[in-house]
């Protein structure tokens, strides 16, 4: 059987070798399994491809596609499971915060408990900023309150995957990507493994509290129309406390009067409203926006240089069947 395992590289030379030496130290304890290892190079700036060329050299297990420039984690993995070849299909970071020791236990949970996939999740997030930590709580929290996918707290892109599990996924060709809701939501039989966090092995994260929050934003939009909703519902409860105030005023001024006065406290209901109008816009704006992309129908990637090819969608059905068409 062929596994192959998909490295997403962005400036990742100070690991790339630490990566090599693990996965080629787990390999001995999966007899019967041959390796590929997929490096996809998502426009590095330091000595990634060259690295990653130079082991392709002493090591013809080694593929590797490289972008005409930085396309993002999403691109590269989608690159990757159009390249696998294998009839299982893993998903890595090289920084070795996936711990390559957990492939055995994956494989067994396919090959003898009959899962179509094996995921992980870490347990603990030690080493990180507890702000950052909080945040990535509540993400979680949150999208599976309003997300039909299934979306585990602490999951990894680290897992592994059967060749249907990987052609559902490359089924859906969406642009905008979130690559964990996308596995949760193609379904099939899952198993979960937990390990604590592991610190990176060189190298500094590329992932900053920024791009984690644009990044979560995608997955909400990507995953859930709740915030158009949410919009909706401001609209029609700022129409009724609009319209409760109105009525409030006209009763006074008759009982009263000089209800026409506080002038400031009027600029601040005026910027109030101001505000949530903005927020709605905003909304709106986002979905408008992932359409956008969506529609321009542009490559989610383009490739520079590689020394494989995609793997031929369907040559194995038919082959199959002009088989039986013979017989």
């Not at 109105?246 to 109030?272: D, E, H, K, N």
């Not at 709106?284 to 793997?311: C, F, M, Q, W």
């Amino acid at each position: 059987m062929k596994l192959t395992v998909i490295v997403p590289c962005y400036n990742e030379e100070a690991a790339l070798h630490f990566f090599y030496e693990e996965i080629c130290k787990v390999m001995p304890s999966m007899p019967g399994v041959e390796l590929e290892l997929l490096f996809v190079n998502d426009g590095s700036k330091d000595g990634t491809l060259k690295i990653i060329k130079k082991l392709a050299e002493q090591d013809k297990r080694i593929k590797y596609v490289s972008f005409s420039r930085n396309f993002g984690k999403e691109a590269a993995i989608y690159a990757g499971l159009e390249h696998a070849t294998g009839e299982l299909t893993a998903i890595m970071d090289a920084d070795l915060q996936d711990p390559p020791s957990l492939l055995p236990k994956m494989y067994q949970a396919i090959t003898e408990e009959g899962y179509d996939c094996v995921a992980s999740r870490r347990v603990d997030r030690k080493g990180e900023p507890p702000i950052r930590s909080f945040f990535a709580r509540m993400f979680y929290r949150l999208m599976r309150k309003i997300s039909q996918a299934d979306i585990v707290d602490g999951a990894r892109d680290f897992r592994l995957m059967n060749r249907q599990f990987v052609d559902a996924i490359l089924e859906m060709k969406e642009y905008n990507r979130f690559s964990k809701g996308l596995f949760g939501w193609v379904g099939f039989r899952t198993k979960w493994l937990e390990f604590e966090n592991v610190e990176r092995v060189a190298g500094e994260t590329k992932w900053s509290f920024w791009k984690l929050f644009l990044y979560s934003i995608d997955g909400i939009v990507a995953f859930s129309t709740m915030p158009l909703s949410i919009a909706a519902l401001l609209g029609v409860l700022m129409c009724f406390v609009a319209a409760v105030a109105i009525i409030f005023i006209i009763v006074r001024q008759l009982l009263y009067g000089g209800s026409a006065f506080g002038w400031p406290s009027m600029v601040c209901i005026t910027m109030f409203l101001g505000g949530i109008q903005l927020l709605c816009i905003g909304i709106l704006g986002s979905y408008l926006a992932k359409t956008y992309l969506e529609v321009k129908d542009r490559p989610i990637y383009i490739t520079k240089e590689s020394n494989t090819h995609k793997r031929k969608k369907g040559i194995d059905e038919e082959n199959r069947i002009m088989s039986v068409e013979t017989d």
